[in-house]
């Protein structure tokens, strides 16, 4: 078929699509480091017209020109699925934006329940291919679960994609059909927003290491966002381990270094063999252009990377993630300090959860044993207990390996008292004999326990 005619019959203005947002509606924005300018814009011009718009974000990495607009949330209400640096900054400043606590790999099913169901969708795209697809770039997530007509969401939800020549056309689920959507606006080119690497501290460096001890060959990798992943990937890609998988959530750069350095093949894997799959990328702009058009790349649903039951089908999944902080029994908190949100779940759970049924499968959560505040005093991440609200990621019956700079330990299948002295083992030496006198106030520790 020749969509043109359909093409232009779509092309609307920004404004046009805008104005088709309702007082009370739920509006979806493009997530992580993808926007829709045009439509951000026309959207923020409304703010005197409209009452009560729940706007969802994903990671947000700019400050979008709705909370611009209405930064007291007046009109429109923000809430962010996982808390980034910019939403922390943003909260800072007073702007009223909530966390939406969700399992990643379960994203997409809860805009099925009905108080949840969104009334329009906002996709940035690359221009339409012969077929009558438009690609969303590095960036699947839980828009394609959304897109798709389970649950009737993609029959009743509008969808607006703005047009952006620049988006890197990535291989995977990740598209929308023109027959799907409700208008076209031609934005002008404009390239994605790059990230820079966080450079690993010797902290991170010292973590890598202990990691890299229990490292194999043909291990399928899913590092998580920070300096130390990415210096885990560095370390492999200087390394003399081979034939590397990549399943993850978020694909950054130090798979494309490993890539370069013959390191990556994906050739060991049980499923997607030759392929490194992921949900969303983020990274530099070398990145985005790695990813352009490579066949051996592909960008899936989050229900689909994230799912325990998937991920764990390939043997060896070695899944490594930062976090704040862990409690005695070994409780772990990667995203809220008591009730100040700092991040989200994520895939965090999913790919912990799942690396313990994969096959030579290990899950490690990292972190420096010790934090500074601002004015200079430094505690424990390893703690008798967390501070009261706060979220924990992942629960002490599924926790793995805990790392910090002084070991790695795993703790699955331990009882109290031997939790308490493995995470002991890895505490700030100043903080061991405090978190040992707790677990023996609370009756879980003796000193007579010790072998």
């Not at 404004?15 to 300018?37: E, Q």
């Not at 009560?52 to 700019?62: R, W």
């Not at 007291?72 to 800072?92: L, W």
């Not at 009334?119 to 077929?131: E, G, I, R, S």
């Amino acid at each position: 078929m020749n969509y043109i005619k359909e093409y232009q019959n779509k092309l609307m203005t920004a404004d046009d699509a805008a104005r088709t947002v309702k007082n009370g509606d739920f509006v979806m924005y493009p997530h992580f480091a993808i926007k829709t300018p045009l439509l951000d814009e026309a959207l923020a011009m409304r703010k005197m017209e409209l009452e009560d718009v729940k706007i969802n974000f994903v990671t947000l990495t700019y400050m979008p020109e709705v909370i611009k607009a209405d930064p007291e949330g007046e009109v429109f209400i923000f809430r962010d699925g996982s808390f980034s640096a910019a939403t922390r900054g943003f909260c800072k400043m007073g702007i009223p934006i909530v966390a939406i606590p969700s399992l990643y790999h379960e994203a997409g099913r809860n805009y099925e329940i009905e108080q949840l169901k969104h009334d329009v969708l906002f996709l940035a795209v690359t221009p339409m291919d012969d077929k009558g697809y438009f690609n969303l770039g590095p960036s699947s997530s839980y828009i394609v679960d959304m897109i798709k007509e389970r649950g009737g969401i993609g029959r009743s939800m509008k969808i607006f994609v703005e047009v952006n020549a620049k988006l890197p056309r990535v291989p995977g689920d990740n598209h929308v059909h023109i027959s799907q959507v409700d208008g076209i606006i031609e934005g002008e080119p404009e390239d994605m927003m790059a990230i820079p690497k966080i450079p690993p501290t010797a902290v991170d460096k010292k973590i890598a290491e202990h990691i890299m001890s229990e490292m194999v060959d043909g291990a399928c990798l899913q590092l998580g966002i920070g300096g130390m992943p990415n210096y885990v990937g560095s370390m492999l890609a200087d390394s003399d381990f081979k034939d590397l998988g990549c399943h993850t959530e978020m694909f950054v750069d130090a798979y494309m270094d490993l890539y370069n350095a013959g390191k990556l093949t994906n050739k060991r894997k049980n499923i997607d063999v030759g392929k490194s799959v992921f949900t969303f990328a983020m990274g530099s702009r070398k990145l985005y252009e790695f990813l352009s058009n490579n066949l051996e790349v592909e960008c899936r649903s989050v229900s689909y990377t994230n799912n325990p039951f998937i991920i764990a089908q390939n043997h060896n999944v070695f899944s490594i993630c930062s976090c704040i902080a862990v409690d005695m029994m070994g409780n772990v908190s990667s995203e809220s300090v008591g009730y100040k949100q700092i991040s989200a779940t994520g895939g965090q759970w999913d790919y912990h959860y799942a690396s313990m049924h994969s096959n030579g499968g290990k899950g490690f959560v990292c972190m420096p044993s010790t934090k500074k505040d601002h004015k200079g005093n430094v505690t424990s991440n390893i703690v008798p207990s967390l501070p009261v609200g706060t979220q924990i990621s992942v629960a002490c019956n599924t926790t793995n390996y805990v790392v910090t700079e002084y070991g790695a330990v795993n703790i699955k299948g331990l009882s109290m008292w031997e939790r308490v002295e493995s995470l002991v083992s890895i505490a700030h030496p100043d903080f061991r004999e405090e978190i040992l006198q707790a677990a023996a106030k609370a009756g879980i520790w003796r000193r007579s326990n010790k072998r």
